[in-house]
């Protein structure tokens, strides 16, 4: 039986969600890296959106888990069931084994580069590969990445957020920091149950963050407050609270702060000539943490530099890493 011709997969495997993007048909696959697991037996129930939608819901037996966190493997087996999911699910009936492309962020060491290596390898790629979260970044952005000036991309993912200039094909200079989506929803959820006395579960904290979070307290006050449910702390019932968006903004500030001292501690590194082309050109954001409410604005303001949210900022990395297959025989040398 011939296997048809393998297409190359490029897969961004984030912390909230795993995006795969197919040589000749771009993005064939976004799901939600979750992953539920019976307890009892040690199978995989379910993967993706219905897993998700299992979290904060399942009986005793049953655990919704999130195999990835701060952009790196957490779960090593649970991680190799997911990514052999999504790599079955992405090929051709009877394909032959691709050749894989994942995404690490930035700062991971080499043993966490390993361990991704090993995982796709295990999940059913012939070879894997490694790049770097915010020059796949800066590729599906559509910047000048081999070109001689300087470019610089802030991937705010689910785990880490990723700062890096960019020029001449490399990464000239670099932040890794573990504060992003996750990070902003942890914040949420740790304000409500102090200012409202709500206890709020995970997805709700997301959906806070989706509908009213901005990353100015100022801006936040001409938006409309959220009904939302939760459990009242004091007397352990459901309980239904309106709460104001610019108490959303406080609680995410810290967050939102630290994200804006890893990009100066970033400009301060580069070189006079790397940082006028940063001024010339503009500061891009990718990721879902890109479309925070006035985050552009904030960081423009602290920087004193034009930014931009690039045009499919969830999509950036994951098409980044696809277009880097084309040139996977230089990665093989």
């Not at 197919?22 to 959106?49: C, F, M, Q, Y």
């Not at 001689?148 to 957020?161: A, K």
């Not at 001292?261 to 943490?289: C, F, M, Q, R, Y």
């Amino acid at each position: 039986m011939f296997g048809f011709g393998a297409r190359n997969i490029g897969i961004d495997l984030g912390t909230a969600n795993t995006i795969v993007f197919s040589e000749g048909k771009g993005i064939v696959l976004r799901e939600p890296s979750v992953v539920a697991k019976n307890t009892k037996t040690d199978e995989i129930v379910s993967v993706g959106s219905e897993a998700r939608a299992m979290i904060g819901r399942t009986p005793a037996s049953i655990v919704a888990i999130r195999p990835m966190k701060d952009g790196v493997i957490a779960d090593y087996d649970t991680t190799v069931s997911m990514m052999k999911y999504y790599i079955d699910k992405s090929l051709e009936p009877h394909s032959r084994r691709p050749d894989v492309m994942v995404c690490v962020p930035s700062g991971v060491t080499e043993v966490e580069k390993r361990a991704v290596i090993d995982a796709t390898k295990v999940a059913g790629a012939k070879d894997a590969y490694v790049i770097e979260e915010p020059f796949a970044a800066a590729i599906g952005a559509g910047l000048p990445v081999m070109d001689p000036t300087g470019s610089m991309v802030v991937d705010i993912g689910g785990g880490t957020t990723d700062v890096a200039t960019i020029s001449l094909g490399g990464i000239v200079s670099s932040r890794s920091i573990r504060m992003a989506g996750d990070k902003l929803d942890e914040a949420i959820t740790a304000y409500v149950r102090q200012h409202y006395n709500l206890l709020i579960g995970e997805r709700t904290a997301e959906q806070l963050k989706i509908d009213v979070a901005s990353a100015s307290v100022e801006a936040a006050k001409e938006l409309d407050s959220q009904s939302v449910r939760g459990r009242d702390l004091i007397s352990g019932l459901p309980q239904t609270v309106e709460i104001k968006p610019e108490d959303v903004a406080k609680a995410i500030q810290e967050v939102v702060q630290a994200i804006i001292t890893a990009i100066k501690e970033t400009l301060e590194e580069t070189s006079p000539e790397i940082a006028a082309d940063v001024i010339d050109h503009g500061i891009v954001l990718t990721g879902g943490g890109a479309q925070l409410r006035h985050l552009p604005e904030v960081i423009s303001e602290a920087t004193k530099v034009p930014v931009f949210v690039a045009s499919e900022p969830l999509d950036c990395v994951a098409i980044g890493t696809g277009e880097s297959l084309k040139n996977i025989d230089v990665m093989k040398k």
